[in-house]
């Protein structure tokens, strides 16, 4: 998002300017489900794996909760059941539902949840343009918050109606119309050296961030190299090839217990047929292109990988130094193909955005000196510092305004769902 | 049904009134779906509750299965992967998808599979008018189960609905225009006594019955006493409040411990809302009536009951006899009520038809020298002949013209979603 | 056990004889467990399979609840603490643990057990020679259950000691003294017939019989014939090799499921060895002989065998009729083998008591007219009557004196860690 | 252990010295067995702790594979099938048991395991004064690794007799000699300060470490303060009464998660009678003393006691660097009370070793350049490097001559048999 800059206009020009912001982003999310049927958006089939409009109204819940109730008075609000339906676990706000019960809700129905969207769309402007100059600040911070929020949840939107759609033994795709990915052998993989010492990591500036990325701190580090891209899916049939899924000595122990207890042999989303590698993807079944990017592998198996591979997996304050100088620019959201591309020629480190997020060696903890927001806001990110692995850089459905070198992405070692791939690398 | 008379009909008249019978009951499938979004035809809460567009398209598999694909050529069928998709449980014609996963199906659509049923429904026709005269005979026989299925699954689309939409914490109505169950205080209830000695049960005459209803045979029996009418809401409550569901001395083993495992303490679907109980039904939450027959309790609650109230469930046998003379009359799916009505004054058994199903202490069982159908159409009866018990006279969500005196309905003993009650007996 | 006659004894050798019997009752339970170390009877690695000394424990709770307390006064309970411990099931005594925790008791020890066993023994025969003549007749009846009582734990003593030492890799035998059984062939299978009619089943006299087993009642058959011998090893396993696992036609749709989940393909005990089966016994393991009646198979395997045969099982009306006129004994408990063993020529019905319990086709319900007896003792039999199928005739882990023609035994359909095998019966 | 110095002993005295090392830490662990029955040797009640007479073998087993069949020739290993029983969890050697099913296992008997010991005894005795030079030094390597292993499992061999035997109503004792903790009154709670900047953490120098030790390494930390003793059980009961367990604001995501679903309201093994706290302790149950270290608490109560009391969890380098200097002395098993005891009046930091294990807000991650040992022995420590927290400084039941202020002990965030505490830190 271009997120306007209170010192460069004047106070209405702000205003509108966010207006346009919201709406742009709004507008956004539903776009997202117009290949979709009211069908298609109201299925779930994993409890990780949320119904489309379950999301499309949450965002909107978030607006409604946080703004609305909180700055705009008189709001009455929508219904008043759907604080409890449409509420994903803030448990400082009251009940919600059991997350792997949200495709039990045939109602409300795609169109009242559209209409439900217009009616916060609506009070959102109306306050947008009516806050008192006393509250500006903080409707300006939280509408910032929402706004990242929603972004959050397209990307999610995506990732979700992949699985959704996969259960499903026709193998719909998502879209027709996505463009092929282009043809390219992928160059050859280099290492590329950082000098150890004290670094600095985290977020700096004016610019929005979410707290965990905060507070910026000094870390020291020893001299690394990482490689110059990912791991393309020829890199990985190697592996798999040799045993890969089969040898323990490769596997952390609980990486291993997944993988008897999955049945695991390849990634997420490949599937065998007479003897050949096919992969669905959001445009339907494709063959797999052996140059482009392995996708939709859990930490597990980048871990059991880079140990075949005797390289390892970078921390995240390595992959942050190394991303810092980069452009947010690569195969993401805008491109449009909705699917890793391999990677082109170049001499720099190539595809650090975009493509897929990077698993890195580091759990998901607070920063040295991290603070929680006060009340509901903070359970956004801190609850979750435990048991999650940090993955870096944005992949192919990431929204190319919604990133930083410093954005922190976080799920279980075990799950796959997401489009995540593999860097390597190794002590210098 | 009415089922043509092969003696009593010119060939062609017989068959335009088979067309006729067939559409006739194909159209009431869509006719009940027609309240209903088709996201509501599509979620699935519980493994045992089919999504209402699933049921549709199963229903219409069967004809393409046993006669289109059987006795019309050339057929081509509507889609290769539907046969996967909408095999309920025949092993023996294919693979099927796990039934706890129909809800996941977002595809094919409730348009597609309304397109699904047109495609069979002009081919249907088609062999109906067409068949030769060799085959007519089983195409004929295979018509009857296919229609009679059909109707089964009416009563499923029904009861699966109730259960589907009930999940929903708005607690939506199926319909908001079912007419009120009209207000009545039920009769007093009386024990009507019936001869001991040699019966016979089963199915005898020309006209439809399933095959676990066969062969007719005879059995011995104690002299019994039925009682006159279900056990009503209030009666169940005597029970609930003398602490039925805390004290295990009325329980069967393995119902005590469901009652634990399910934090059971009511019947389904009743709610407690400020120290009044409502209920809900296929109209929405509604106050409980204490007149109307309880519903939806499981076997375990139908025998807990009886032992609190010092009597028994009767025999499906005991059912039968007594049922053998009334008339296939009552508050049935025709009845527009959809719900169990307070019985009205009356001197014979009341409600044996309708209402509810009625409970029987009979485990599923063949009757001596029963044989299923050769073939995927044995599947149908036979290898449910465990763990599951009987079931006797219909309910109001049932097809009046689906009834027999020798019907045998059957369900797990822990399951209570369909229109179960509880009608007591006791040794004369 | 050859219990007192009241008419032809004086009083005190009446009781004298009862003393005796107790005693030896109450000996043969202990002696079971004299191969076993004090770690073997501790184990438990099902929740069905309890630890020896548990059950040295529980039947002697039963004594002290269900006599001594209320029939010896004064009387101190050895320990506080065991009616909650060895309590099994009934829920009118109290609290129990839950079953399948029963092994996590080390303490109390089986030395302190003993002493339990040895304290309730002094009392029992305090209480059986001073009890007064008005409370003689009910401690003389709760004796005699609590003997029947004692002696199916011995059985399940063996049994759950078979399937506790099974779970090791080391297979240790119970015991290494153990008679091999005979080698012989056993003789061809033929049909015996029996005539239709009403018969009378149940009870009768002046013995002892359990609840369950009355009132004795009519009932209407029709002919029908019984297998002459048990199925074989060898026959069964010529089902097997038919795909008899592989092939759902054969079985019952919950059976079906449980083969799945389950991953069976042969009976419990089964091992394959370089192509030849062995099979695990008391005596540690053993070739299998193809002419010993198959054994260790639920109910579910025993419906599919007869179905793959064209036959079917018989319900426990026709094995009680079949068996009236027979002498209760055959390869029981005491023959010392325990273990089944090869049928003998013979012209009459062949081991239908002994070697294994036969599956029957009929669920376990009440007879006509059943009532359990008043109080705790009443959950002795009635609260199981619902999905358990009914077993008849005993087997080579059976007391002899335990046994009547009328014996019903029960068990899950799945279950198959007690002797349980198949006689094939049809249609006359 | 006082390990023998290579450099300061001749060659016959250096082996001498191992002798008599091994033979001291091998007679430990049966020692610690003597309280105990066979029977309470042999149970197991939750996955997580093995049986007694298990750890015993399992350590003799690590000996057999790692030493004996390595480096002494002709070695015939005791029993063929041990490898399989006793391994647990060494991939790379062969199969091995499901974990949860150690306690299946009746035999081997308790006296058959400590004939096993003794023929492994007697063998490694050989082997230590027979190896060749050119493998002793392998052999002191794997020698040393070998006595700290079974070190560790003393230290599980207490904690899991604690577990195992407070499944059991009775609450027996582990001993019923333990020594009362002396009374006293914890000290008021300081904050100890130290200074930020560049730090080391890591073993260093001659002494045995484990390879997750190590390497030495740099970090960057912040200033800093510890709290200078554990928190006190009254402390604890002041966050319960505070509505601790009630509150999801101070939980972790999962941490709340689990204490809903394992309805957990204190910390392990408290029990509130008449509305009074008691604790089972290995000597019994015990009133709980409020000045005592709270214990039994998992990483998720951890951190919910920091977040409610406003401070955090030290990393597990800001531990290191506090209790580098610190004598390795206090509370631990030598000192006999097998139970924390309250602090003792002192100027330093209190109680950083020994009492509690002190969690820390470190992931059990490798160390930059971490390499695990090649082989089996390389899973030792490395492949459980994920999911796992690090704990740090010792408990009342871990040998003194097992610590360093490298050590580094882990376990999941749900679990608490372990004796863990809590030491508070914040930012300075």
Request: proline share 7%.
């Amino acid at each position: 998002m271009n997120i306007p800059n209170a010192a460069s206009a004047l106070p209405d020009e702000q205003r509108s300017q966010w207006a346009e912001i919201y709406l742009s982003v709004r507008r956004c999310s539903e776009e997202l489900c117009v290949p979709l049927s009211a069908e298609d958006c109201s299925i779930q089939t994993a409890p990780e794996a949320s119904p489309s409009k379950w999301h499309l109204a949450h965002v909107s819940w978030f607006f409604e909760t946080f703004l609305l109730k909180a700055y705009l008075a008189p709001y009455r609000e929508f219904h008043p059941v759907f604080s409890h339906i449409f509420n994903s676990y803030y448990e400082q706000i009251g009940t919600f539902r059991p997350r792997e019960q949200r495709g039990f809700l045939s109602r409300p129905g795609f169109e009242e949840i559209i209409r439900y969207r217009s009616h916060v769309d609506e009070h959102m402007l109306k306050l947008v343009h009516s806050a008192g100059e006393d509250v500006w600040p903080h409707v300006q911070q939280r509408l910032e918050i929402g706004l990242n929020h929603e972004q959050q949840h397209q990307e999610l939107l995506l990732t979700d109606i992949k699985l959704n759609l996969s259960a499903n033994p026709l193998r719909p795709a998502y879209r027709n119309d996505l463009p092929a990915t282009p043809k390219a052998i992928a160059p050859a993989l280099h290492w590329q050296a950082f000098p150890g010492g004290i670094h600095e990591i985290g977020h700096q500036g004016s610019g929005f961030a979410y707290d965990n990325e905060t507070p910026r701190h000094r870390i020291y580090l020893n001299a690394f190299c990482l490689a110059s891209r990912p791991v393309t899916n020829g890199e990985y049939v190697a592996f798999m090839q040799d045993g890969g899924y089969d040898r323990p000595e490769f596997w952390l122990s609980d990486g291993w217990a997944t993988v008897k207890r999955q049945h695991w042999s390849n990634p997420l989303y490949w599937e065998a047929t007479d003897g050949e590698w096919s992969q669905y993807t959001l445009g339907g079944l494709r063959m797999l292109d052996p140059e482009e990017p392995v996708c939709h592998v859990s930490y597990y198996e980048a871990e059991a990988y880079a140990a075949w591979a005797g390289k390892r997996l970078p921390t995240e304050a390595e992959w942050e130094i190394a991303a810092r100088g980069l452009a947010i620019a690569g195969n993401l959201r805008d491109s449009g193909y909705l699917h890793p591309t391999a990677a082109l020629p170049g001499d720099s480190l190539l595809q650090m955005v975009g493509d897929v997020w990077e698993h890195t060696a580091s759990p998901y903890q607070p920063y040295p000196g991290f603070r929680p927001a006060a009340g509901a806001l903070g359970e956004y990110n801190g609850k979750f510092m435990c048991n999650q692995m940090v993955l870096r850089g944005g992949s192919c459905v990431t929204a190319a305004d919604h990133l930083r070198a410093s954005y922190r992405n976080f799920f279980y070692p075990h799950e796959r769902w997401q489009f995540q791939g593999i860097r390597l690398a190794e002590d210098a």
